[in-house]
């Protein structure tokens, strides 16, 4: 059973042009989000969180929008930059076992 | 700050035969997580240990699969025999005490391929 999915396996887009991954779960139990980000032959790394009592949470040029009722999470990026080229994983928590699910990813591809 | 060191980088076998991975946590880190990426899925989480202990095995396949976590820092995950289906990246992770959003640290990954 997939309990985080990301029905879109890839996306392509413009630099300097939004970057929006989405990511669809399916327990409201789920106590926070993370996105990570992979580059090829690394291992993932932390993008951005955000907790349940939350609507969104700005970094820089990513900020992450969660809709509860709808148990959907979002991600965007901008202006999106070629570096920002990556596999995008959508994970979910939940702060009793501390355990991570993982959605299958987005691969972005900004191009200049 | 180092970061979580896993080796070997790549590994080929052929299927029945056993392979081992091995994996260095961040320094301080107590909890070790070991994750079985196949191609097109995100990682699946095999096991969590806290410091030597076991938190979590749910997903080890049991009958194949055994890890261990000497001394609570290093850890070994072994497959012992490979099947085709066990072809993959096998991530190590390690979190600190008290880390928030019990963010996880990566290493590179091993990629396995069984013939």
């Known amino acids: 059973d997939q309990q985080v999915k990301q029905n879109s396996p890839s996306l392509s887009v413009q630099e300097g042009r939004i970057s929006i991954l989405n990511c669809d779960y399916t327990n409201s139990m789920f106590d926070y989000f993370l996105w990570y980000k992979k580059y090829p032959a690394e291992g993932p790394t932390f993008l951005i969180s955000?907790?349940?009592?939350?609507d969104k949470n700005e970094d820089g040029r990513f900020t992450v929008f969660l809709n509860k009722s709808a148990k959907h999470l979002s991600l965007h990026i901008v202006p999106s930059q070629p570096g920002d080229s990556a596999v995008y994983f959508c994970v979910v928590g939940s702060g009793n076992t501390g355990k991570l699910i993982f959605g299958q990813g987005t691969t972005l591809q900004v191009k200049p | 700050e180092a970061g979580v060191a896993q080796s070997p980088r790549y590994k080929i076998i052929e299927k029945r035969q056993s392979v081992a991975f091995w994996c260095n946590p961040i320094?301080?880190?107590?909890?070790l997580y070991w994750y079985q990426q196949i191609l097109g899925q995100g990682p699946k989480l095999l096991i969590q240990?806290?410091?030597?202990?076991?938190?979590?095995d749910s997903q080890l396949p049991k009958d194949r699969f055994s890890a261990e976590r000497l001394k609570g820092v290093d850890s070994t995950l072994k497959i012992q025999p490979a099947k085709l289906e066990d072809s993959a990246v096998y991530l190590c992770?390690?979190?600190?005490?008290?880390?928030?959003?019990?963010?996880?640290?990566f290493g590179p990954g091993t990629r396995l391929t069984v013939l």
């Open positions: 320094s301080g880190h107590a909890t």
């Open positions: 955000i907790s349940s009592i939350k």
């Open positions: 992770a390690s979190s600190p005490p008290g880390g928030r959003y019990n963010e996880q640290f």
């Open positions: 240990f806290q410091n030597n202990g076991v938190v979590d």
